[in-house]
């Protein structure tokens, strides 16, 4: 390896001279390793179901190394650059680097494998922004991205469970309207729109069953309406049910859940173990995965920018068997009745 080295330094030296003389654009730099990139390779080859998560946990540390490494203001500011800008941030912010290649990942995942009868891809993007896709279809929970727009040719719907910034992507919203296909929320302001509620709703979308209710976001002053969808993905996956509760506040009495639940997506609670509230008091999912880990609009813990330690020690407190904590640009398969 240092022979080789050598070798390629003396080249770069006579070629820069060589072109100096000539005139000519000196040699490229060689590629240098991007080492936000490997980690997340490195993360991707193992899974949130894994028993033994010490080499997640590992990797996790040195994420979250990254993810402090970046102040939220500068995450808001990549979110409002323009593109030229991003893309330099992207460079030079590690966790950036993350975030931006989870979303390659999932939108190639989308582009290049579709799930075969029986079966459902799961993918975690960021934040509670998940992909849902079938053999007969694809929608999208929560995205928020700032290269969500990217996604509409590839969702049949979109649903938002609120109306605060880190649960919806105007972007996206626009490029789905444009496309004449439905976004599903309780705020959406366009007179006579058929999938804005501000009430228990059912919607049929292709093979999709959708009954949403709605929750508390807070009990206080600054509360705002939260849409919980659970979705019937349909007779090709066996029935697989969804359910999605954004940053609802564990209010059981709010709660209208009307089918066994195979995956429930959940929000960390801002107050301790308030989840348990309603798994395993309401209703007990097969699968809990806890989300809105490391939302990097937020400043810190106090903040709610809970760290992925904290999300790992949330998670194995919960009322449910199979709780887990995926990362951003991991997919989990629904096969055979379980996860995978």
């Known amino acids: 390896m240092k022979i080789c080295y050598r070798i390629w330094a003396v080249a770069l030296i006579i070629g820069l001279v060589s072109c100096k003389e000539k005139g000519e654009e000196p040699m490229p730099e060689p590629p240098q390793p991007n080492v936000a990139e490997e980690t997340m ?6 899974s949130p179901l894994d028993k033994d998560l010490t080499t997640r946990r590992g990797l996790f540390a040195t994420i979250q190394s990254y993810a402090d490494a970046c102040a939220s203001s500068t995450f808001s500011s990549f979110l409002a650059a323009d593109d030229r800008l991003a893309a330099s941030l ?88 444009e496309a004449g296909k439905p976004v599903v929320t309780n705020y959406l302001e366009r007179p006579g729109y058929a999938y804005t509620s501000t009430t228990t709703a059912d919607y049929t979308i292709g093979s999709f069953a959708l009954h949403t209710f709605i929750t508390n976001h807070n009990n206080g002053s600054t509360n705002v309406p939260v849409t919980v969808f659970q979705i019937d993905c349909g007779e090709d996956t066996g029935h697989f049910v969804l359910l999605h509760s954004g940053d609802s506040n564990f209010r059981p009495e709010q709660f209208d859940v009307t089918q066994p639940v195979d995956v429930y997506i959940l929000r960390y609670a801002p107050n301790e ?68």
């Not at 020690?313 to 904590?325: G, I, P, Q, T, V």
Request: proline share 4%; charged share 25%.
């Open 90 to 177: 992207v460079r030079s912010e590690r966790i950036l680097t993350c975030y931006d290649a989870a979303f390659d990942r999932v939108l190639n995942g989308l582009r290049e494998e579709k799930p075969s009868v029986g079966e459902v891809y799961i993918w975690m993007l960021y934040n509670m922004g998940y992909v849902i896709q079938t053999p007969s279809g694809c929608f999208g929970v929560d995205i928020y991205h700032r290269r969500a727009a990217e996604l509409a040719p590839y969702l049949d719907f979109y649903a938002s469970t609120h109306v605060h910034q880190d649960h919806k992507w105007q972007g996206l919203i626009d490029a789905m309207l």
């Open 273 to 340: 173990l308030t989840e348990n509230n309603v798994i395993g008091a309401l209703f007990t999912p097969k699968y809990a995965l806890l989300s809105h880990i490391l939302e990097l609009t937020h400043a810190d813990p106090s903040s709610s920018r809970w760290t992925l330690e904290q999300g790992l020690e949330r998670a194995s407190k919960l009322d449910c068997e199979e709780s887990h904590m995926p990362f951003w640009g991991e997919r989990l398969i629904w096969k055979n009745n379980k996860l995978e």
């Open 41 to 46: 390779t490195a993360l991707w080859e193992t």
